[in-house]
């Protein structure tokens, strides 16, 4: 069995179906996670998913995918548009990075225009709620080499 696929998310989307639901939809993140793990097996593959509201946190577990992972897909929430640190993390990394939002962070305030994470993602996913998350985890499949089981 390969390494796992890291899904990160960052702050507040532990939130999510709760409030916000005209723009960050009604699914919960238990249910992205249960869809990109349907996902993931379709290539024979897994994810470790994981949600924090903490920057430290986030970096602990991009370096922990320095060998534990695959590939790694991120949500970083508000920290994409902030944290050169998470920047630094995620360079350090050997696997393919993918950068996915829920919503379409381009058709809104223009702050949301610019992602640190973009400078290193070998692609992003954004505007299509929690398929966002699976189509991600399906390029990230794609680039370590998966196929369709
Ligand atoms: O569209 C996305 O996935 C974002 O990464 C979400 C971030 C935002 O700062 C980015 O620009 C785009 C915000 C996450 C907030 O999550 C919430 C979820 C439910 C209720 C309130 C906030």
Known sequence: MPKPI???SGPNLNLLGVREPDIYGH???LD???R???RAAEFSMTVEFRQSNHEGVLIDWVQEARTAASAMVINPAGYGHTSVALLDALKTLAIPVIECHLSNPAAREDFRRHTYVS???AGVVSGFGG???ELAVEAAAGLVGA???
């Open 32 to 34: 992205i996670q249960a």
């Open 6 to 8: 890291f899904v990160l």
């Open 119 to 121: 400078l290193i993602a």
């Open 147 to 149: 196929v369709r089981a």
């Open 27 to 29: 699914e919960t993140l």
């Open 36 to 38: 990109c793990s349907r």
């Open 131 to 133: 398929a966002s998350y």
